[in-house]
T-cell receptor, first 116, second 116 residues
């Protein structure tokens, strides 16, 4: 089945630094990738949608300058948390689809970000 | 607007007993419904989907779901629960009417605890 690889699985960084999270589709071309954020014991909140070769579409309330998304190829999207603060600590999950008819989303294993 | 509701925060079941995790939906047009499972500190794994056709959908790991249009429900079921089924389960509906792209709207999640 389709595999989405997300790296790193966990990261600890100091406040004020930036962190990059990678999301790769390993055996299919992902025309669209989605980035979600999940707080403890809560559902997934969609942050943004990235389409290969174009600017990401951010959901309302998500700061695009804070969460930089790049989707430079059909197999790679990156999320960079810039000038991280403790309140950015969360579980970030990417998902990808090739948008073949009714294909499900395939999810990465998530990245646990802790900002100290 | 498309939405899904999972009325139970947690479901407790004894191993070997049947389990049901409830989901109701609200959509404009035909619903595209999904179930995903999440294990601790992991991404989401696709279980099954309903697009059209038979109301009883069979998925991974022995799970199935019944689409009921009159009750706008899509409950997840399994005839005999395993301890290893203990996880967080998400119902989702595909939003096909926003900004020209498909995305999933997730329910709040239901934690399934299967006791030996």
């Amino acid at each position: 089945g389709a595999v989405v690889s997300q790296h790193p699985s966990w990261v600890i960084c100091k406040s004020g630094t930036s962190v990059k999270i990678e999301c790769r589709s390993l055996d299919f071309q992902a025309t669209t990738m989605f980035w979600y954020r999940q707080f403890p014991k809560q559902s997934l909140m969609l942050m943004a949608t990235s389409n290969e070769g174009s600017k990401a579409t951010y959901e309302q309330g998500v700061e695009k300058d804070k969460f930089l998304i790049n989707h430079a190829s059909l197999t790679l999207s990156t999320l960079t948390v810039t000038s991280a603060h403790p309140e950015d600590s969360s579980f970030y999950i990417c998902s990808a689809t090739d948008f073949s008819y009714n294909s499900p989303l395939h999810f990465g294993n998530g990245t646990r970000l802790t900002v100290t | 607007a498309q939405s899904v509701a999972q009325p139970e925060d947690q479901v407790n079941v004894a191993e070997g007993n049947p389990l049901t995790v409830k989901c109701t939906y609200s959509v404009s047009g035909n619903p595209y419904l999904f179930w995903y499972v999440q294990y601790p500190n992991r991404g989401l794994q696709f279980l099954l989907k309903y697009i059209t056709g038979d109301n009883l959908v069979k998925g991974s790991y022995g799970f199935e779901a019944e689409f009921n249009k009159s009750q706008t429900s899509f409950h997840l079921k399994k005839p005999s629960a395993l301890v290893s089924d203990s996880a967080l389960y998400f119902c989702a509906v595909r939003d096909r009417f926003r900004s020209g792209y498909n995305k999933l709207i997730f329910g709040a999640g239901t934690r399934l605890a299967v006791h030996p």
